[in-house]
T-cell receptor, first 112, second 117 residues
Framework: GDSVTQMEGPVTLSEEAFLTINCTYT??????LFWYVQYPGEGLQLLLK?????DKGSNKGFEATYRKETTSFHLEKGSVQVSDSAVYFC???????????FGKGTKLTVNP | DGGITQSPKYLFRKEGQNVTLSCEQN?????MYWYRQDPGQGLRLIYY???????QKGDIAEGYSVSREKKESFPLTVTSAQKNPTAFYLC????????????????FGAGSRLTVL
């Protein structure tokens, strides 16, 4: 079945450091891909998405590119802030399905 | 403002008791979902509903039950049959995808934390 694999956390960075959180997926067709973010004590919020190969999703300085050849959707940000501290989830939805499949999440802590 | 309201935020239950978690949305979304979140496990789908009076089991439905009598409401009951119910429960809703790529953007509630004593 469909699955999403994220890099193990936690990730700890200093403010203004470069961030990469790896995400790879397994799917039978051509899924849509998503990154969600969860701030402490809250539900998840959509951060960005991409619906086809080579699409780049971006929001709040975060970017991720849909790479079909490597089945990846890595999340990047050039300069993180303390306020980016959260748990980040990669997810996919197979075409025709109403269900999202989530990765296990990666906790990011940014220190001043 | 439109959104999803989950209640209660915190709930304590004794073993052998059933408890019901409330989820209400005013986004006019057709589809609603319940996820369970455990540390290091990510989100696992319990039940989902695409339309009133219809719902489907997710990956971990055993020990849970739901109803969808109104479009706005999708309550989850955690029964005494659930072996390890202590977890963070998240309700979400979305428009139906209709097969449109990327259309299934979920809006989440703030969650309910259930602890079994």
């Amino acid at each position: 079945g469909d699955s999403v694999t994220q890099m193990e956390g936690p990730v700890t960075l200093s403010e203004e450091a470069f961030l990469t959180i790896n995400c790879t997926y397994t799917a039978t067709g051509y899924p849509s891909l998503f990154w969600y973010v969860q701030y402490p004590g809250e539900g998840l919020q959509l951060l960005l998405k991409a619906t086809k190969a080579d699409d780049k999703g971006s929001n709040k300085g975060f970017e991720a590119t849909y790479r079909k050849e490597t089945t990846s959707f890595h999340l990047e940000k050039g300069s993180v802030q303390v306020s980016d501290s959260a748990v980040y989830f990669c997810a996919l939805r197979e075409g025709g399905s109403e269900k999202l499949v989530f990765g296990k999440g990666t906790k990011l802590t940014v220190n001043p | 403002d439109g959104g999803i309201t989950q209640s209660p935020k915190y709930l304590f239950r004794k073993e052998g008791q059933n408890v019901t978690l409330s989820c209400e949305q005013n986004l006019n979304h057709d589809a609603m979902y319940w996820y369970r979140q455990d540390p290091g496990q990510g989100l696992r789908l319990i039940y989902y509903s695409q339309i009133v009076n219809d719902f489907q089991k997710g990956d971990i439905a055993e020990g849970y039950s739901v109803s969808r009598e109104k479009k706005e409401s999708f309550p989850l009951t955690v029964t005494s049959a659930q072996k390890n119910p202590t977890a963070f429960y998240l309700c979400a809703s979305s428009t139906r995808t209709g097969g449109v790529p990327g259309a299934n953007v979920l809006t989440f509630g703030a969650g309910s934390r259930l602890t079994v004593l």
